[in-house]
C-alpha cells in the first residue's frame, strides 16, 4: 500500500480505480475514501551493542459512504476480495446508527499537501551514534546505567479520495531520539529521561554528525539530571509556590487540550464548560495553535477530514476564546469545523485534535534563574508521572506524582521525591506568575505542544 | 489463514539470513466499537484489519518486520531487504502442530448479533443505569469487541493457531447535585473472553446500575486529606495496585537487564507472608486470557510471590535466554505491529483468611479505596502512583463520607512489607495495561487488603 499512495494521481491508481467503481455497483453512493500508510523504523541500543531494530509498514481504508440514504463507514487494511466482502458487510450493518451523521461531501478540487517526510537511514550508522551517546552518558560522574538510548522514525501518508476520483493528500513524521539514564550513589538510585528531535533532513555525512551531536547532549543532560535526583529526601505536606519545568509543563497543558473540544464542552465533560470568552487564565498567558510554526513537529495541512488546518488562539491574555470543532460538532454548534477533525486513531471514526499548541507570554518572559530567585522556600518540579489516570479534562483536576529539587532562597536545593502535587488546570492558570524563555516541545497523543517552564503562586504537596 | 507451506517459506527466507531463531505471527481480526452518549451513538468504528510479523534473533540482539501487506513477494522482499542475506544459514526444526487451552467460553461470535442489537443492548444499559438513581443525569457507554485469529510458528517446531474473542463495556454515569452544582462520575468496565453472550447476560445491566450507584456514593465528596494514613484497598480492581506495585517490576524486560528494583532477588522475602501474587493466563472465560501466548507457548499459571517470598518473574523468550531461566508463557503484543515482550494477563493477589469489617474496624483514621482508575509504576526505581475512583474516609473504625479522588503512592520494596491483612472476599476486574508491546487487555483482582501506611495525594491539609 505505501507504494500505491506515493502514486501522485490517485485516478490513475487502477487497484483504487476498480475498488471505487465495484463500490458504486453494490449500491452505495456519495462515496470518500480514507487511506492511511504509516512506515516506522526504531533503533534500541544497550551495553554497547545493538539490542533491538524494527521496521515495518501498515495501512488502512477506511470507507465512508451513503446506503440507501443513510450514512455508513467501516475499514479494511487490505482490498483484497475478502477484505472487499468485509467491508461491504459493515458498511450495510452501519448504515442507520449513527445519531444526526451528514453524508460525506466531495472534494471539490485536488490537492497534494506532501513533503519528503521519510528517510532512509544508515543502521549501523545510527547504532553507533547511539552507542557514542551511551557512552557519554557512562562517563559522567554517578551513572550507573543506560536504560534507554533509541531512535525512531515514522512518516503517515493520508489521502482522501470522492467517488470521482478527486483526492487531498497530506504527510505527516518525524525523527526522534530517547536516552533515559540510570544514577546509583549507594543505596540511592535515581532516573532521568529526556527526549529530542533528530530530524536531520537526510542522511550524508554532515547530518549524521548533527545526529551524533544531538543525542550525546542528550545523553549529558540525561546524566546531569538523573545525578540532580540522587539521595532525594522526603517534603513535608503543605502549600509551596512552584516552578515547573518545561517539559512538565508541556505535558500537563497537552493533556488538558480535550478540555478546548466542542464535543467536550457540548457533552459537560470539559471543565471549560460554559466559560467560552471568560478568564480561566492571569492575564498574560497565551495558548494558541499553530500548525504552520516551526517550532511544533506538526506538518499537516489539511485534517483528516480535508479541512485546511489554521492558527487560532485558544486562550488570550487568560480568556478561553476559541473552541475546537470537527465537521460534526462544528456544525451541531452552527460554526462549521475549525481543521480539527482527526482520527484518535486510524480506525476510529473522526474525533477533535490539535496540530502544534504553543504556550506562552504576552507579557514577556524571564529565564530559569529568575523564576527560582524569587522563590524564598518551593519547589522546582522536574518530573511528574501518572498524568493518565491523575489528571481529569471533565474537572480540571489533577493529583500527580512528582519529584524535582527543594528551592531554598532562590538556588536549587537537594532532590526531593515521593510526594503528590494536587490542584486544578485551571487554577494553576491563573495562579500563573512568570513565564519562562526556554520553551521545548513535546509530543501529546498526534499533536505538539510546545511549552517553557513557568513559576506558579502554588499547589498542594503531599509528602510526610 | 497463511498456508503452513506459505509461513514455511517465510521462516527458510529467515533463516537463509543467517539468524539463530526466526518467528512468524499473522493476525486476522475483526472489530466493532460503539460509545454512546446518553442513546446517542458517537461514534462508531466496524472493520477488519490483518497483517504478519517476522521476529529474528543473533545472539540477544533481536529483529523485528511487520507489514500489512502479506502477499508472499512483499514480505520475502522485506526480509531479503531487512535482514540481509548470507552469514551460516541457519537450522530449522520441522512445524509441529499443537492445541492451546480452550479459554473462550459459550459458543457465539460477535458477527452473531449485528451492531444495531449490539447498539439496543448499549441502549437498554444506558438507560437502565440512568433509571437506577434520580440524581444520574448523563449515561455514557463504550463498546468494543473483537474476533482475532493468530498464527504462531517458529524455527524451534512451534505451529498453533487461537482465536480470541473478546467483549468490553465501559459505562460511565454522571451523577448531578440538587442544583446541579457538583458532578461526580461513577465508572466500571468489565470484559470477558467470550462474544455477545457478555451483552446478553444477566450482569450487564447490573454493571450499569453499579456505575450509577457509584457516581451517587460519590456527591458531595470533599477533597481528600494529604499525608500518610492507613489505606484499605477493596477487592476486584484494586488488585491493580499489585499490578502497579511489583507486576512491571517483576515482567523480563525490567529484570533481565537489571533495571528493576526486584532483579537478582528470587527466593528472597520482598512482601509481607501475607502476600501470594499470582500472574494467570489460562483462565476460561477470563478478559486477559490467551490460549497461547504470542510466541506460540501454553499460557500457565505462574506464582510470582508466595507467602512474600519471590519465586518466579514473568519471561519471554529473549529475556528468558539472557537470563538462563524457562519462558512462562507471558509473552504478549497489541497487534503484529508490536514486537512481543513478557507482559501480565490476569494478576491477582490470593485470598487470605481476613473479614474486611475486622479490617475497617481495625482503622482510627484512614482511607477506603472502592475502586481504582489507573496507575503507573517505574520499575527501576519502583515508584508508582495510582488514582483512586470511590474513596471513602475511615474515621474511629468506621466508613464515613466520600472524599474526591486521590493519589497513593510509594515503592513496590517499601509498600509490599506493609501489606498486614488480607480478606477473603477475592474479585477479578478488567482493563488495559499500556506499555512496550501496546494496550492489552488485562485482568487484576484481590481481595480487600490494608496497607498499615502510604503516603496520600489529595488537596486537604
Redo the contacts between chains.
Sequence with gaps: ?TESVRKLWWGEDPELIAFMEWLGEQGFTDIRLFISARKSVFLAV?CQ????????????Y?VEAAWKGEYC??????LTAG?RA??VR?LK??A?????RELPQGITESRDFRGQRWREIDKEAVSECLMCAEREALSCEKVD?V?MCEYQQYEETVVLIDGKMHYLADDDGDCTVTVRV?AKDGDS???ATKFGIADAGGWEAGLQKNLRETVCELARRAAQDAGLGLHAQKIA???YPIVIENYVMAELTGHYLPMFYG?NLM??TSALAGKEHEQVGCDFLRLEEDPFSRKGTCRRRIDDEGTPVSKKALLRKGVFENVLYNSKSGGQAGVGSTGNGFKPDV???I?TSVTNVILSSEAGTCSREEMLRSVREGIYITKI??M???G?T??G?F???ASGNRIIDGKLGSAV???????NICELWKDIEMIGDDPIYRTADRACVVSPSVKAAGL????? | MLAESYIERILDQAVSCGVDYAEVFFEDVERTRADLVDSEVVRCACGCESGIGIRVFRGLESEYLYSADVREECVLGLIRKRLGTGGVFGKRTPLSRFTPHGIVTQGKLPHDRSLKEKIGYLKEAVDTGKREEACIVQGRAYYVDADQRVQIANTDGVYAQDRRIRSRVRFMMTAAAEGGVGRQTGYIGPGAMCGPEFLESEAFLGYAREAARNAKGMLGARPCPVGRMPVIISNGFGGLFFHEACGHSLEGSAVASGCSEFADRLGQRIASEKVTLIDDGSIAGEWGSLGIDDEGILTQKNVLIEGGILKNYLLDRLNAKKMGLKPTGSSRRENYRFAPVSRMTNTYIAPGTDKLEDMIGSVERGLFVKNINAGSVDPVTGEFNFNTGETYLIEKGKITIPVMSATLIGTGGDILPKVDMVSDNFALGHGYCYAGSGQLPIGAGQPAVRITEMTVGGKDL
Aim: overall charge negative.
Design positions: 500500500m544497550q551493542e545493538l539490542k533491538r531494530y524494527e521496521y515495518g509498514h501498515s495501512g488502512m477506511v463507514c467501516a475499514y479494511a487494511s487490505s477484505s468485509k467491508i459493515r450493518e452501519t442507520g446508527v449513527y445519531t444526526n546505567f536504560e540510570v538510585a535515581a532516573v505536606s503543605g502549600r464535543e457533552h459537560h480506525t476510529a471514526g474525533g508521572e501518572g493518565f489516570a491523575g481529569s471533565e474537572s483536576d493529583s500527580l506524582l521525591n515521593q510526594f503528590t502535587i494536587s490542584g498542594m504537596v503531599s509528602g510526610e
